[in-house]
């Protein structure tokens, strides 16, 4: 039973920053959210996540956490669970807007832990898929993987310029053990 100063709290997620919160603020003040916290970043984990970690610590008991999935919560069932537990030691509700979800009845409970599972098989697949396609795309002379951020040419060069590891590192700004392997790779071990 919620408390007369008990509030509604949104939170909204996008993964990438071309991606728009639009829609999900929109909802969330359809709800009757008045306060809505919103960030561009994986829900994978939760690790990161500030404006998620704000509204866990600022909501108390009576309080509502509204979101529009739950995988706008969490894409794992572990990490979904966690966030449930915590809001449940607070005595803080979860509803979704666009799932019969609310943490406040059993049906709720029972319809988020399958809606969990789901999400977590989802985000599995979609791993499967993409590695699968970059295996048919390798097989196919298609994809050559992303372009070397080391040029291992230039730190040839600098070596025979009679420059250290060390030296080299510092001047392209990169590790010294990217130095050591480019050189390995380039002349065999006794280059390093």
Not at 76 to 102: F, M, N, W, Y
Not at 125 to 133: D, N
């Amino acid at each position: 039973m919620s408390q007369p100063d008990a509030r509604l709290y949104g939170y909204a997620r996008v993964s990438t920053t071309d991606q728009h919160l639009t829609v999900q603020r929109e909802a969330l003040i359809r709800a009757g959210c008045t306060t809505i916290r919103e960030e561009k970043i994986t829900g994978t984990t939760t690790e990161g996540r500030k404006e998620l970690r704000i509204l866990m610590d600022f909501v108390r008991s009576g309080d509502t956490l509204v979101v529009t999935r739950i995988d706008r919560l969490a894409r794992s069932v572990g990490d979904l669970q966690d966030i449930v537990r915590e809001l449940k030691a607070k005595g803080v509700a979860l509803k979704a807007t666009e799932q019969p979800i609310d943490t406040s009845t059993a049906a709720g409970k029972a319809f988020l832990d399958m809606l969990a599972v789901f999400a977590e098989f989802e985000t599995s697949l979609r791993q499967e898929r993409q590695l699968e396609g970059i295996a048919k795309a390798k097989a196919a002379g298609v994809y050559r993987g992303r372009k070397p951020s080391i040029d291992a040419g230039e730190i040839a060069r600098l070596r025979q310029d009679g420059l250290g590891p060390s030296e080299i590192a510092k001047k392209l700004g990169i590790a010294r053990a990217s130095v050591y392997r480019a050189l390995a790779a380039d002349d065999g071990p006794a280059a390093a």
